[in-house]
């Protein structure tokens, strides 16, 4: 499944993924969505072919671009996931057009997406009605959901971005969302061989978002975005990345954290085997220097990455505070300990290849550096680390970078 530019222009896509896969723990048991009636619920109960494959062309869809088939899609989900056992839903060759579309459950069986063409957003506001942060693909409560094939969902980003003027006004009004992908409250998602992308200088685009969830793999994926290639959120557990090539955008960062109360621990991250491109940033962890909630971020690995020509190739911040938004100056709430950079090599854009920015209050622990060998490739200024309130033990490293 490919998340990329659609043409020269290079479009942004929209993609948002809520695989709400705690349904029943949760206590969700209404049944599925019934099929409406009308031109596509009626068609819906016939179009299925051999083994309950639903395609959407068959539903009236029109692969042009132009023409709306969110009704074919819709009608499609409604009988997939009323079917039992295994079903499919045939996004076929061709451009097809929608507005916001919530898949939801639980289903009775698994349903698959076979994405052979391309869906794209509509630039057309009234698409998206009734929700405060109107999305453009929402998957609640499903289990056993797959979203393979070499088709692209397209969000046709650029073509809403004049609409506000949220890269100039921080409390601007929010368009259809900014993630490409959002996996919220989730488990068991694995994401492969995809890939993800939007200009480098592209408002607020994360590649792929996360929070509330647990056991995420992320896995041989290219991300190109204008902001945090991959953002773990508060709460996230159990997350594996691996493979990843990442660039442009703002790296791979844990946070921010501690903005909002109630907020839950991070901890099991795992980051190995991955490019950072030109990024601003390679590794990251930052949280609110006024931050609300006592976070704890923990047993965090990053183990063979490669830096090339990278900003700022590894850094904890304490004292993030975007767009001056703070209200007050002090010691971060949030605790980051048992942290391990392994065999991190490459280029820096910059003299200050690490950056240990801790809390005085909370003091970063358990942090080890072993065989970090990443060079600034300027000829002006030397290879710097800055290790503030960071407690630990450096080892292989390149003795400019051993500040632990």
């Not at 295994?86 to 929608?98: A, E, H, N, R, S």
């Not at 109107?134 to 971005?161: A, C, M, T, Y």
């Not at 793999?217 to 508060?234: L, V």
Request: positive net charge; contains cysteine.
């Amino acid at each position: 499944m490919a998340l990329r530019n659609h043409d020269a222009a290079m479009v942004l896509f929209f993609f948002l993924l809520m695989v709400t896969t705690y349904a029943n723990a949760h206590g969700h048991s209404k049944k599925p969505e019934e099929i409406t009636e009308g031109v596509y619920g009626a068609a819906a109960a016939v179009a299925a072919g051999p083994g309950g494959t639903f395609d959407i062309t068959k539903l009236g869809a029109v692969g042009n671009g132009r023409a709306d088939s969110t009704g074919a899609v819709m009608a499609a989900w409604r009988s997939a996931c009323a079917g039992a056992g295994k079903q499919t839903i045939l996004i076929p060759k061709g451009d097809f057009m929608t507005g916001a579309m919530e898949l939801r459950g639980p289903c009775n069986g698994a349903v698959t997406i076979q994405l052979d063409g391309n869906l794209l957003g509509s630039n057309d506001l009234s698409k998206y009605p009734g929700k405060k942060m109107p999305n453009w693909v929402e998957v609640r409560h499903v289990d056993n959901f797959v979203i393979s094939g070499k088709g692209k969902l397209d969000g046709q980003g650029p073509g809403v971005w004049s609409k506000n003027s949220c890269a100039k006004n921080y409390n601007c009004k929010l368009l259809p969302n900014f993630f490409h992908m959002n996996i919220y409250r989730c488990k068991d998602i694995k994401i492969s061989g995809v890939t993800i992308s939007a200009p480098g200088d592209s408002p607020n685009t994360d590649g792929i978002h996360m929070g509330d969830s647990s056991k995420i793999t992320i896995a041989a994926t290219t991300i190109g975005t204008g902001d945090d290639c991959i953002s773990i959120g508060p709460g996230t557990d159990g997350v594996n990345i691996t493979g990843v090539t990442c660039g442009p955008g703002h790296g791979i960062s844990i946070g921010s954290l501690g903005r909002y109360k109630d907020e839950r621990d991070v901890r099991d991250v795992s980051v190995t085997r991955c490019v950072l491109r030109k990024t601003t940033n390679g590794l990251r962890i930052k949280s609110y220097e006024d931050s609300v909630s006592p976070v704890t971020v923990s047993k965090v690995s990053y183990d063979g990455v490669v830096m090339d020509h990278v900003d700022n190739p590894i850094i904890i911040d304490q004292k993030y505070c975007p767009n001056s938004i703070c209200t007050s100056k002090g010691d971060s709430k949030v605790s980051v300990r048992d942290v391990t950079f392994r065999n991190i090599t490459g280029s820096s854009n910059t003299p200050a290849v690490v950056q240990l920015l801790c809390s005085g209050k909370l003091p970063c622990s358990g942090v080890a550096m072993q065989d970090v060998r990443v060079l600034y490739g300027g000829s002006d200024k030397k290879t710097t680390a800055v290790c503030d309130h960071a407690l630990g033990k450096s080892t292989g490293c390149l003795k400019e970078l051993a500040c632990l």
